[in-house]
């Protein structure tokens, strides 16, 4: 008889990241590359083994075969356990019905027997496209003193931007009353971060509730948490306060890179103390050619600089060559920047190739905004990509 889990989390990877545009045509939102040389799931996972949560469910939907592929038997992250671990979850045929995941609800409600299966008393419900470091145990110990049925991860935010997100309203003992998904006039700056902790047994009453509802989007900021409130349930806010970035667009998605760079960066990636692990390939050491003018950027292993870098995160295998400049811009693993060529204020996602004296983007200070070209794209010599432009082939 295995021993029983105290928490296991639910980490929700199926999404289509169609913000993302060109960087998700081929593979699936978590599973796009971050920081140099990591993925976007390796924080979650991350955060997990950190935390103490050694069971976790991914459930993955849209574009699996890299993310499979990418966490595999979980032994980059320490979760390759005989009983727990990371497991793999998508949408199966069931003796009943087969179908996709209707929503964040229906995924969960789905593997419910996954659920049950470890007997877990809580249960972290999580997304797998954020940027972030967090100790889900101080977060469980909370949910635990507070007697909670329910604990909301919440971010004070400018009150400009709360009608961008789902707010909380909460009394001084930080109980919530009230939910607002993205609401106009918002009476409260507390985000939520899509990141929750829930009685296991509460929440499978509400999810198998919600699954017996036509009229349900299946979802848990629309459906779970508001039917919860309404019901008088004991549901709590938890104040996160450290970095925390949506990168669901590719603004979000440049903008975390850039936060990594500068003398005190607003996030950093070499805290020994709350290490980022993930499934590393090995990589011969950068090269950096004699008239190589590097200044304020990431140049990861594996890749060979002889141009100029200004401003970027250059990722594992890239190649910037003589007489070619790349500013304000993030390079994706094994992309080829060649002779003379000109890229600014751009996303260059994996395998691309830059051809001699070609231009992409535009300075960012006079950019209209991002531009972005998908994997294994080549761009001939001479060839002018303009500012703003989202290119999945040529």
Not at 162 to 185: C, H, L, Q, V, Y
Not at 282 to 296: D, L, R
Not at 379 to 386: E, K, N, R
Request: hydrophobic share 40%.
């Amino acid at each position: 008889m295995f021993k029983k889990k105290k928490c296991i989390a639910m980490l929700l990877a199926g999404g289509q990241g169609s913000r993302l545009y060109a960087l998700t045509q081929k593979t699936a939102k978590p599973a796009v590359p971050f920081g140099g040389k990591y993925r976007i799931i390796d924080f979650p996972l991350s955060n997990c083994i950190n935390s103490g949560i050694d069971t976790v469910g991914v459930l993955t939907q849209y574009q699996p075969l890299v993310l499979n592929d990418y966490i595999g038997n979980g032994l980059p992250w320490d979760l390759d356990r005989a009983f727990g671990g990371v497991k793999i979850l998508p949408p199966y045929q069931g003796n009943k019905t087969a179908d996709w995941y209707k929503g964040t609800a229906n995924a969960i409600y789905q593997n419910l027997e996954f659920i049950n299966r470890y007997d877990a008393e809580y249960v972290l419900i999580l997304s797998g496209d954020h940027i972030y470091k967090m100790d889900y145990a101080a977060m469980l110990d909370y949910h635990i003193e507070k007697g909670a049925d329910c604990t909301i991860a919440v971010l004070d935010v400018p009150l400009e931007e709360a009608s961008r997100f789902g707010i909380m309203s909460t009394r001084e003992d930080n109980s919530i009353f009230k939910f607002s998904e993205k609401p106009k006039n918002p009476d409260s700056t507390l985000a939520s971060m899509g990141i929750y902790i829930f009685g296991k047994d509460k929440l499978q009453k509400y999810l198998i509730e919600d699954n017996a509802d036509q009229n349900s989007a299946n979802d848990f900021g629309k459906n779970i948490i508001p039917n919860m409130l309404a019901a008088g349930e004991k549901m709590f806010a938890y104040q996160f306060e450290g970095y925390w970035k949506d990168v669901g667009t590719i603004q979000s998605l440049w903008e975390a890179n850039m936060d990594l760079l500068g003398e005190k960066p607003a996030f950093t990636l070499s805290d020994e103390s709350w290490r980022i692990f993930a499934r590393h390939f090995s990589s011969a050491p950068q090269y950096i050619g004699e008239n190589a003018v590097i200044n304020n950027s990431i140049i990861t292993e594996g890749c060979e600089i002889y141009g100029t870098v200004e401003n970027s995160v250059i990722y594992t295998g890239a190649k910037v060559m003589e007489g070619a400049v790349v500013r304000d811009s993030v390079i994706m693993s094994g992309t080829i920047i060649e002779a003379g060529a000109h890229v600014e204020y751009s996303i260059l996602d994996g395998g691309v190739k830059i051809g001699k004296n070609a231009s992409v983007g535009a300075p960012k200070e006079k950019s209209k905004g991002i531009t972005v070209i998908g994997a294994d794209v080549n761009v001939p010599d001479g060839y002018t990509i303009g500012d703003d432009e989202m290119i999945s082939e040529i």
